[in-house]
């Protein structure tokens, strides 16, 4: 017996329409736009009608950290799999500087067997780079593994690839999709060094985007796109936060023939440096959340396409971890379980169209990394699916967080939005706050 959604408001593929849709199994059977095409199918299949609610497919997060192994005491994969699928994420992509870091195909290895055995979302993990593993690199099977993490500036663990002949065998042998975290090192540790001197130790967090300057994320942007053009590179720029890197990309390009591809965060498009003075560290991510015109130039790039794909870049830190001094206070911040939510909060205020959201967070997230049957609403491809209701005010406190760390810098904010079900390969993983504990998602595959 499968699954009959009815009375649904599709969005896919540019448009809103009433429809129906059957999941046989893990994958979209029949998709229906007359109601006289169902009355036989409801009598063989379960029926769960939703009432004219907006029904999306899932969204595919290409940025988080979920810490395992080695940093489990904020984060771990069945965790935050578990807050993704309640914030209609069914699909995510990993990243490497976990401890250890992601460096051998034997560790990469490792993280599947981790999220095959604990994740209720479907999963991908990035291979690490570093300055000497690139013969490992090369390893990686593009047809199984979403790409290879580069960070282009300081990272957790001991990542930096800073060695300009590293960085141009990376970029003129690796076949695989490369996705770089760019800021100049040499800039942010000249700023450090200087805003140490002015305040000590005691740096005010409002100098956050100042020491993680313009001019760091600039440099190191235009580096690698600049390696990207000279090898015809497969780049994809992570979490741009200004809005002059937005000379870097262009629009005119279709998304899959694009060879340099880039991605906006939600906290880029959600804060801006006015921010600090109420929510301090709490919003300390590198690269840094800046000025309100980047916000609103990022969000601008995104709807006309400069920007392709949303993500969360997911980052969970224990409370402790956030209330130390400048220096020592950990960047990133748990996003995962509000970013759709968000999105929509965006939507309500007029600022981007439900159409242009389901774009950037599901169908360019699959036609950037070439992800095989995901992303969209079609017949034959996973049941990824999300139930929304646009009319269900919510306010998030820390009795409704599923992250680890037990906190949330959208905590006091009210969403007009709820995910009300999610649907991962097929099966009813979250059910208005009831979570089917005992599923577990698949690894994503691509064409290549």
Known sequence: MGTLIKNAQIINEGIIF??????????????????????????????????????????????????????????????????????????????????????????????????????????????????????????????TVCGVKVFMGSSTGNMLVDNKETLEELFSKCKLLIAAHCEDETTIQNNMATYKEKYGDDVPIECHPEIRSQEACYLSSSLAIELAKKHNTRFH??????????????????????????????????????????????????????????????????????????ATDHAPHTVEE???????????????????????ELYHNGKITLEKIVERMSHAVTDCFRIQDRGYIKEGFFADLV???????????????????????????????????????????FNMGAIDEDFRGKRMTFDF
């Open 18 to 143: 009433k429809g129906h849709l059957l999941i046989e199994g893990e994958r979209i059977s029949k998709i229906f736009k007359s109601d006289a095409d169902i009355s036989e199918i409801e009598k063989k299949h379960e029926v769960n009608d939703i009432h004219n609610k907006f029904l999306l497919p899932g969204v595919i997060d290409d940025q988080c950290h979920f810490r395992e192994p080695g940093l489990t005491h904020k984060a771990d994969i069945n965790t935050e799999s578990t807050a993704a699928v309640a914030g209609g994420t069914t699909s995510f992509m990993e990243m490497p500087n976990t401890v250890p870091n992601t460096l051998t195909q034997e560790l990469l290895k490792d993280k599947y067997d981790i999220g095959a055995k604990t994740s209720l979302a479907n999963y991908s993990f990035y291979m690490g780079a570093s300055n000497d593993n690139i013969e490992e690199v090369l390893k990686t099977d593009p047809k």
């Open 237 to 310: 720029l992570f979490h741009l936060s200004t809005a002059k890197e937005l000379g870097l990309l262009e629009n005119k390009t279709p998304l899959k023939e694009k060879r340099i591809t880039a991605e906006a965060c939600i906290h880029h498009m959600w804060f801006s440096d006015e921010d600090y003075e109420t929510k301090g560290a709490f919003i300390k991510w590198n690269p840094a959340v800046k000025k309100a015109s980047d916000r609103d130039a990022i969000l601008n790039a995104v709807i006309d396409g400069t920007i392709d794909v949303i």
């Open 322 to 344: 956030k209330l130390d001094t400048y220096f020592n206070a950990a960047s990133g911040g748990p996003m995962v379980q509000h970013g759709l939510v968000a999105m929509l």
């Open 387 to 429: 139930i929304l209701d646009l009319d269900n005010p919510w306010t998030v406190d820390k009795e409704s967080l599923l992250y680890k760390c037990g906190w949330s810098p959208m905590e006091g904010q009210t969403f007009k939005s709820k995910i009300m079900q999610t649907y991962v390969n097929g099966h009813l993983v």
